[in-house]
């Protein structure tokens, strides 16, 4: 049975920084990437990385506070820093054979975690 397991959401104040985990059990992954959404919100690409870690990829609103990197095959990161207020929502974890920015090129998902960032 293929499974996602994202951890270590949470609580922080802005210009603080969380470390999202994402852990697969039951088969390997290319390309484990990060999304975002917000209550009544469209599911948002945050990053990508490949089975190797040589590329990665993230959304607009991330790049230069973020970074995604691979633990090993089975299992992948995403440091947040300097975050902020807008960058409250449910990350989720996803899983696929290419690296994209659109959610319905992953079949697989965890069931997400709650981050929320204080002003």
């Known amino acids: 049975q293929v499974q996602l397991v994202e951890s270590g959401g949470g609580l922080v104040q802005a210009g603080g920084s969380l470390r999202l985990s994402c852990a697969a059990s039951g088969r390997t992954f290319l390309v484990i990437a990060w999304f975002r959404q917000e209550p009544g919100k469209e599911r948002d690409f945050v990053a990508g990385i490949n089975w190797d870690g040589s590329t990665t990829r993230y959304g607009d609103t991330v790049t230069g506070r973020f970074i995604t990197s691979r633990k090993n095959i089975k299992s992948a990161d995403l440091q947040m820093n300097n975050l902020q207020p807008e960058d409250t929502a449910v990350y989720s974890c996803?899983?696929?054979?290419?690296?994209?920015?659109?959610?319905?090129?992953?079949?697989?998902w965890g069931q997400g975690t709650q981050v929320t960032v204080s002003a």
């Open positions: 996803a899983a696929g054979p290419r690296l994209s920015r659109d959610s319905n090129d992953y079949a697989y």
